[in-house]
């Protein structure tokens, strides 16, 4: 038994430990007992999945089945393999600062033996379908971590009624999303006569089946990942979520959808021909610019962050499609930086989503609101949630010195660097991805300078706002931890950049000047650490200037600057998030549809004056609003139609039975 | 150790010349409309003023209120320093690569754009917003733009594009590069705010985007603002005027390539800044939603670069 092994053994002791502690530990200190026993279960998930990035092999745990009238199944294996192990380490981060965020913040059913016991149960879930070694194991935790996140979001159904709504979309959508996997896996384990990943990758399937098989899979995944057309569950669920949960599914969950992908394309069906790659590129994209926009117009905070992640894992798939289409046009080099950008991207958005949701968290803790339109002024009341959102906010934004930037600059150089003169489909593809690409990076950035910039900067706008408190120490600490691993992997992306080249197969990958990132395929080089003394080396004579001309004309306190020219102006003449993204609602009034409406109140007897005005404005879901309540509409069709049918009456029913009776004589006398 | 000298030849440069630039233009601009204008030295007058006079704090205003200014400064400082305005000589760790100088681009729009969200009065959000969707759809242009005249030299570093550029003047007048060009031309005057994108002048309510979000900034931060937008637009015109006309630019650090840069970039950049002056002042500002259609436009010109780059090669 070695190390990995050893780890993913203790993983199931600490479960069944968290859960017990969630049972057994008196009410008072429940939060403490069962977070620190998720927050184990999910450190020693990081240790072993980074011990497995590293290439340590274990045997693999296995258990082995036997039924009646079957000869041979494969054994229930735990073993993961460098790619497993990458994801296993990124669940298992993500687990332990949410549990840590989740002592501080449970309350409720959220904070009941079910809530915590469903938690443990999820995390365990997650962490055990990267490690899955065949087809059996992986369904059986994917459904561990679909039941365990589902009970979670239903935990405060009693008091919130769109929570139940929002647990129905889920509940369906991830089952969709199981179906279509078993239907997958049942096609190439048919196909290989195996369930374990070795037997199925050492099979070459076919070409209708591997294709069948390929759409399937990816088709289910993409649900769990929240690509677009089948991202719906997302901005429902997200923020009905407990924040901490939220942070776990969207930074973590959402992550084994690309997980899946990666599997499908790398070793279960490697070598598939073209249009498998053009059909990631393409659903990729469309799922990076549908989601941004989406998210620049949200004014909820959770559902905006919940569209960013359509977004980003967007542009992770984006990254896969344009890897495997380079690699299939024999540029190995662009396609390696292309899949080690989709992992960069992986690892930065669990960093950064993690911290915004958690941030979420805090701001709905202490304010009770998520709706930007009413908040405000934060920054000045909660300087850590503020301070630690804002690095997630620079992160998601693609800004130097942060994960996002890396990222993003390494899915950027794959694309200037492949020749795209080597035929035309290439030609046609690469560039239209680099446009898609910087117009997700445009609007990224608006929506994320409106996040920040609306909620935490300005006047507050509600009272509640106003009397907003900073958050109590264990979420302060894990904010603070994440947005800490968000610059630091943005400060030393080469080591990470290195170990993950490996997951892939990727050359050419190495560090530079023991932080930067260098990719020796062409030659270039990013070193954050050393842009960062460029920036200090200007920043300090600029802030001594700057304070030498302070001290002779120091800053004055005022009521007001200028104001507008007028008295001190109502926080409702601010802007708000609904009025920051009208712009862009115009601009895009194709793919984006909003719904207002304007109630006028008249005095009596004087129709022209006004007493009261109220705007409201939502924004539709275009995909939804045309493509899933059509079908619910057609399926409610049917059950109306099903229930004419069926109204209760004996009468009909004997008629039923004579008639069918009738078809039947008819049928055998023909 | 010569890099670092030619880092601070780029950030003396930009510091000398940018009043000066600013100067020229609205002198030429006075001029062509029949004003005599404050002469060439009076925007360096304005910023020492302006550094001097006390700024002001309103209740309830955060750190940002005078971090911004001074971030600003910095990132168009950065730009200035990984540009290659005198010289091809690179930092060998932050070697002026694309997607970096584009996000150090990025980072002063940023700060700008939270400085006016800021003070929490309709005129600072509503220059934020707009300023933001300007900089939302300019980008794809920079990118793709960057990427058809990075493609045929085979990198995404600037001051590589500019050397391969001028040692091959055949390639400036294909259609890949002029396009290109032209794309670039209308990314800086959306970026810097130009007219027609944005007038620089305007205090007129409804059609501010710059001026509306550093209306409640006064004294030495209204100063580092206003230095710093103007060195934007040194840094992003000057790039521009060294890719169309790569020549004098210094390819090492030896004393006479780098005053020949220095007088050629000076040049270009003046005559770069005059026609834009000039050109200026035969336009009216465009309405803020026919904005996006001049961006679309040239993103057009930019994707029509890029398909050309494979029919060329």
């Not at chain 1, 010195?401 to 600059?409: H, I, P």
């Amino acid at each position: 038994m070695n190390l990995v092994d050893a780890g993913l053994f203790a993983q199931l002791c600490l479960a069944a430990a968290a859960i017990l502690l969630a049972v057994f530990a008196p009410v008072g200190h429940r939060n403490l007992a069962a977070g620190i026993g998720v927050a184990a279960l999910g450190v020693v998930g990081a240790a072993t999945g980074v011990t497995a990035l590293l290439g340590v092999q274990g045997a693999g745990l296995r258990v082995p089945l036997a039924l009646p009238g079957f000869d041979a199944i494969d054994p229930l294996t735990l073993a993961p393999d460098r790619l497993g192990g990458f994801f296993l380490a990124i669940v298992g981060v993500v687990v332990a600062v949410a549990a840590v965020f989740g002592i501080g913040y449970a309350h409720g059913p959220v904070a009941s033996r079910t809530g915590w016991t469903a938690f443990a149960a999820f995390a365990l879930g997650m962490q055990l379908v990267p490690s899955a070694g065949d087809a059996l194991t992986f369904l059986l935790a994917w459904e561990l971590m679909a039941g365990g996140s589902t009970v979670l979001l239903l935990a405060d159904h009693a008091a919130r009624e769109p929570v139940r709504r929002a647990t129905l979309w889920y509940a369906v959508m991830t089952h969709l999303s199981f179906l279509l996997l078993v239907a997958g896996f049942g096609v190439v384990i048919a196909a290989s006569g195996g369930t374990t990943w070795s037997r199925i990758a050492a099979t070459s399937i076919n070409e209708p089946l591997a294709s069948g098989a390929f759409l399937l899979l990816i088709a289910g995944f993409a649900t769990k990942a929240g690509l677009v057309p089948v991202h719906i569950w997302l901005p429902r669920a997200h923020p009905e979520a407990p924040s901490h949960v939220s942070a776990a599914m969207s930074a973590a969950m959402v992550k084994m959808g690309v997980y899946g992908v990666l599997l499908v394309v790398l070793r279960l069906l490697p070598m598939g021909p073209r249009w498998w790659a053009i059909v990631l590129v393409v659903v990729g994209a469309a799922s990076a610019l549908y989601g941004i926009l989406q998210a620049a117009v949200q004014s909820d905070l959770k559902r905006l962050l919940a569209y960013s992640t359509t977004e980003n894992i967007g542009l992770i798939v984006t990254a896969i499609g344009v890897g495997l289409l380079l690699r299939d046009s024999g540029q190995t080099g662009a396609g390696d930086v292309a899949m080690l950008a989709a992992l960069l991207l992986a690892v930065s958005h669990a960093a950064f989503k993690t911290v915004l949701f958690l941030g979420a968290g805090a701001v709905l803790h202490a304010t009770g609101e998520r709706d930007l339109d009413l908040l405000g002024g934060l920054a000045a009341r909660m300087p850590w949630t503020a301070s630690a959102f804002g690095v997630g906010a620079l992160s998601a934004a693609a800004l130097p010195v942060t994960s996002g930037f890396v990222a993003e600059w390494a899915l950027l150089q794959a694309l200037v660097h492949a020749n795209s003169q080597v035929d035309r489909l290439i030609a046609v593809v690469l560039p239209i991805t680099m446009g898609v690409v910087a117009l997700t990076i445009g609007l990224g950035l608006l929506t994320f300078v409106k996040a920040f910039g609306i909620g935490f900067l300005a006047r507050p706008r509600t009272p509640a706002a106003a009397d907003a408190h900073e958050v109590g120490p264990t979420m302060r600490a894990a904010l603070v931890f994440g947005a800490v691993v968000v610059v630091g992997l943005g400060l030393v992306p080469g080591p990470l950049a290195e170990a993950l080249a490996t997951a892939v197969n990727a050359g050419g990958v190495g560090t530079v000047g023991a932080t930067g990132l260098a990719l020796g395929g062409f030659g270039v080089l990013l070193h954050p650490l050393a842009l960062t003394l460029l920036t200090g080396a200007v920043l300090v004579p600029l802030v001594a200037v700057n304070f030498a001309i302070a001290r002779r004309a120091p800053r004055r306190d005022v009521d007001l600057t200028w104001g507008c020219g007028g008295e001190r102006t109502s926080p409702r003449m601010e802007y708000n998030a609904t009025s920051y993204s009208e712009p862009l609602v115009r601009v895009f009034r194709g793919s984006l549809r909003a719904s207002r409406s304007v109630d006028v109140v008249r005095a009596d007897g004087a129709p022209l004056l006004v007493e009261e005005m109220a705007f409201t404005q939502e924004t539709v879901d275009v995909i939804e609003d045309r493509l899933y309540l059509p079908a619910a509409r057609g399926v409610r069709r049917f059950g109306d139609f099903a229930r004419k049918l069926q109204n209760g009456s004996i009468h009909r029913y004997i008629g039923f039975s004579f008639a069918a009776l009738v078809l039947v004589l008819l049928w055998v006398a023909r | 150790m010569t890099a670092i000298l030619v880092v601070l030849v780029h950030l003396a440069f930009a510091l000398a010349i940018t009043p000066v630039l600013i100067g020229v233009m609205r002198t030429v601009r006075a001029r062509l409309e029949g004003r005599s204008g404050g002469g060439i030295g009076q925007p360096w007058r304005d910023v020492l003023k302006l550094l001097a006079k006390e700024p002001l704090r309103a209740p309830g205003s955060t750190p940002v209120l005078s971090a911004a200014p001074v971030l600003l400064m910095a990132s168009s400082l950065v730009l200035s320093a990984l540009v290659p305005l005198v010289s091809t000589l690179a930092l060998p760790s932050v070697p002026g690569d694309l997607f970096v100088v584009v996000s150090v681009l990025l980072l002063g729009t940023v700060a700008l754009a939270l400085l006016g969200l800021e003070s929490g009065t309709a005129f600072g959000g509503m220059g934020s917003s707009r300023h933001m969707v300007i900089a939302a759809l300019v980008e794809p242009t920079v990118l793709l733009s960057i990427y058809a005249i990075s493609g045929p030299v085979g990198s995404s570093v600037l001051s590589v594009i500019v050397a391969a550029r001028s040692a091959d003047p055949a390639s400036l007048l294909n259609p890949v590069s002029l396009l290109a060009i032209v794309a670039l031309v209308v990314v800086v005057i959306a970026e810097t705010g130009r007219l027609p994108v944005d007038n620089p002048s305007t205090h007129l309510e409804l059609t501010m985007v710059h001026e509306a979000m550093i209306l409640e900034s006064g004294g030495r931060d209204l100063g580092w603002l206003e230095f710093g937008s103007w060195l934007r637009l040194t840094a992003l015109l000057g790039l521009v005027a060294n890719l169309a006309v790569p020549f004098g630019v210094a390819p090492d650090a030896s004393l006479v390539g780098l005053l020949v840069g220095v007088a050629t970039g000076a040049v270009k950049l003046l005559l770069a800044g005059a026609l834009l002056a000039a050109v200026e002042v035969f336009l009216a500002k465009l309405r803020l939603f026919r904005v996006p259609e001049l961006l679309a436009g040239s993103f057009v010109l930019a994707f029509l670069s890029v398909s050309a780059a494979y029919l060329v090669f």
